[in-house]
C-alpha cells in the first residue's frame, strides 16, 4: 500500500485495538440479552454470502501485482471490522426506534450483505490509500450507508430487501468520489501493472461472485427466494454469454478480452437485483442481463476514453462500469416493471413511482457528498 504515513506500528494496531474495544463495550450493552428466536435465514444461505464476500471479493482484488497479498488481506480485514461495525449501527437503529431485535443469522447476513458497499468502494482506491485510510473509510462508509438506507426505509418506504440491493450503487459513487481526491498513479508505474497470476487470481474471485450471487440476491427476500434466485441466474448466463460476444467484436484481433468479460459477467446479477422478485417470466430477466452487460462493456469505452479523464477520477478497478452503471439501470428497470404492471398511470401509482426515484438519487447524493467528505 501506500507509504505516505507514519510508522506502521504506531498507527494499525492501536487504531484496531481501540475500534475493537468499543464495538466489545457497545456489544455489551445492546447485545446482552438472550436470542431465542428462530433463524429467518438458513446457516448455507449465510454461508453462501460470506464466502462471496471473503473468497470472491478477495481475490477480485488482486489483479495489480503488486497488491496481490494486500488486497486479499486487506479485504478480510474490512469485511471482519465492518460486519461488527454493521452490526452495531443496525441495533442501535433498532434499539433507538424500540423495535424488536433480528435474530443472530439474520443480523450478521444483513451486515456481510452491507459490508459489499465498503468492499467494492475499496476497488476504486486500491493501490491509492494506505490500511488506516481504508479502516477509517470502512466505518465512515458502513454508518453512511445504513443512515442512507433508513433514510429510504422510514420517509420513503423502501422494502428492506430492496433497500440493502443499493449496495452496488452506493459503494461504487462513494468509491469514485473518494478516489477523485487522489492523484492517479503514472501509467508506467508499476501501481497501475498487471500479471498474467495477478489477472487469473481475480478472475477466480469473479467466478466465485458469479457463482454465489443468486443467493446473495435472494438471501433477504421475504417471499418467492425461488423466483429471485431463477431470475438472478438466467440475467447472470446472458450477462456473460453477451460478454464474450461483444468482446470478440470490439477487439482489433477478434479475440476474447479478459478485461471485458472480468467486468461484465456480473452486471446481470448486479441489474436484477432490485428486480428480481417482480420478474414474472425469464425473458425480462434476460433481457436486463443482456442490457446490462452491453452498458457495462460500452461504458468502460467510454469512461476510461472521455469521462475519467475529464473528471480527473482514476477507478482501479473499473466499478463505475462493473456496479455503478448496471445499478443504475436496475433501479431504472424497477420503475418501468412497477409502472408496466399496472398499466396506467394512477396517482397513487405516481407516488411510488417517485418514492423510488427519490431512493434512487438519494442513495447517489449521499454516496457522492459523503464520499468526497471522507476522501
Known sequence: MSSNYRNFRNNVPWLILFLEAVFIVLFYFLFSHGDESRSMVSYPAFQDVNHMVIFGFGFFLTFLKRYGFSSTAFNLLIVVLGVQCSVLIEGLFYFLLEIPHEDGVKRITKAAVSITAVVISTGAVLGKT???????????????????????????????????????????????????????????????????????????????????????????????????????????AVSAVTAFMLSAMTTKD????????????????????????????????????????????????????????????????????TFGFPAVLGALAQVVLLVAENGTFLTSLGYSVMFHIGAFCVTISIALITGLITG
Open 130 to 236: 494506505n490500511p488506516v485510510q481504508l479502516i477509517l473509510m470502512t466505518v465512515v462508509e458502513i454508518m453512511v450507508f445504513h443512515m442512507s438506507r433508513w433514510i429510504n426505509r422510514m420517509y420513503l418506504q423502501v422494502p428492506d430487501h430492496i433497500g440493502m440491493m443499493h449496495v452496488h450503487l452506493f459503494g461504487a459513487y462513494f468509491g469514485l468520489a473518494v478516489s477523485s481526491c487522489f492523484s492517479e498513479p503514472s501509467p508506467r508505474s508499476e501501481k497501475n501493472a498487471s500479471t498474467p497470476k495477478s489477472a487469473l487470481l481475480s478472475m477466480l474471485g469473479t467466478l466465485f461472485l458469479w457463482v454465489f450471487w443468486p443467493s446473495f440476491n435472494s438471501v433477504l427476500s421475504v417471499d418467492e427466494k425461488w423466483k429471485v434466485t431463477h431470475n438472478t441466474y438466467f440475467a447472470l
Open 254 to 321: 477478434g479475440k476474447f478480452r479478459m478485461a471485458h468479460i472480468h467486468s461484465a459477467v456480473l452486471a446481470g446479477g448486479v441489474a436484477v437485483g432490485y428486480t428480481a422478485d417482480r420478474i414474472q417470466y425469464p425473458w425480462i430477466a434476460m433481457i436486463l442481463g443482456l442490457l446490462a452487460s452491453v452498458i457495462t462493456v460500452l461504458g468502460s469505452y467510454c469512461l476510461q476514453r472521455c469521462l475519467n479523464p475529464a473528471l480527473e477520477i482514476h477507478d482501479s478497478s473499473g466499478v463505475h462500469f
